[in-house]
């Protein structure tokens, strides 16, 4: 695996145990990589089987995946594990293999006095966000969300928080399913599932498919997003009867103030189903919002 990536121009060990010298150009390391790997699967297996060992010592793998410097001038850019990500033949295993190595890290995130760069589960994160393709996106999504449901509270944020940027436009099913699991399970990651969920790109079969309690959050917490700044995407008629008091909140301060009132709604929301079972969608919200805005305006004065 050294000499292999020593033939790419990438130096692994280098002095006083800093990040890898990278070419000037990582695009010629990717694709001397690639014509090597792609053609030859033992050598993909020993090349694999080599970095894995090799990542075994945590601070080879934290090397590994903090910015690496150019032609032995200061670190910058992009890491190591990012440029092999973008090699095709190996990204499958290698996304696996880091996703794996999470769990043995979970301690550390849960810490919050630690940087970026001392955070090594923070780091592999990082570096599945916007990769240029995912070559089996419906298996890492799987994987990625496996090891989501089992992530400490900090770090589990963090990465629904991404999930529109590490999962683009590809694999959305898999990804609302999950979304789905984790709001019925845990209440304090509402508003990133929320907010992640508003980001997806989910076309039109997929918004047909989604749990009606799903498509009226993700339709609604859409909506909110005229509160801060204004948007043009919500209805005229709506925008006039929102409350003065509530023309600029955030979304975690609008759920803290609805949050207590949760169960006197819950009534009209079942009959919001109702009427989304029916297809009259904009009536829906127009009227919840309504109702919504009474209730906050009530709560706020009493």
């Known amino acids: 695996m050294i000499s292999l990536l020593a033939g790419a121009g990438c130096t692994l060990c280098v002095p006083y145990d800093g990040p890898p010298s990278l070419p000037a150009d990582p695009h010629k390391l990717r694709r001397h990589l690639e014509s090597l790997l792609s053609c030859d699967p033992s050598l993909r297996s020993h090349f694999l089987s080599g970095f894995s060992s090799y990542v075994q010592n945590p601070q080879n793998l934290r090397r590994v995946l903090i910015p690496a410097s150019k032609d032995g001038g200061p670190s910058r850019g992009e890491s190591l594990v990012r440029v092999l990500l973008l090699v095709a033949p190996i990204q499958p295993p290698l996304q696996r293999l880091l996703l794996e190595k999470l769990p043995e890290y979970f301690d550390a995130a849960a810490a919050d006095h630690l940087s970026l760069n001392d955070d090594v589960a923070r780091l592999i994160v990082n570096q599945f966000r916007w990769l240029d393709f995912l070559v089996d996106a419906e298996g890492f999504s799987e994987k990625l969300m496996e090891v989501l449901s089992i992530s400490p509270p900090q770090l ?12 683009g436009d590809q694999s959305h099913g898999t990804v609302v399913a999950a979304l789905e699991r984790i709001l019925q399970e845990d209440s304090e ?24 309690h799903l498509y009226l959050l993700r339709d609604f917490h859409n909506k909110l997003d005229y509160l801060n700044p204004p948007s043009k995407q919500f209805a005229p008629a709506c925008l006039a009867k929102a409350p003065p008091g509530y023309c600029r909140m955030k ?40 109702l919504l805005s009474n209730v906050m305006q009530y709560n706020h004065y009493e």
């Not at 589990?156 to 999962?167: H, N, R």
Request: proline letters at 7%; charged letters at 25%; aromatic letters at 10%.
């Open 189 to 212: 990651v509402i508003v990133p599932v929320l907010d992640s969920f508003s980001d997806l790109n989910l076309d039109d079969q997929l918004q047909e498919q989604l749990p009606l």
């Open 251 to 290: 979304t975690s301060e609008f759920l803290s103030k609805i949050r207590p009132v949760f169960r006197s709604l819950r009534r009209h929301l079942d009959c919001a189903f109702l009427i989304l079972k029916d297809g009259k969608i904009p009536l829906v919200f127009h009227k919840f919002w309504l």
């Open 156 to 167: 589990k944020k963090e990465i629904i928080g991404s999930l529109p940027e590490i999962i």
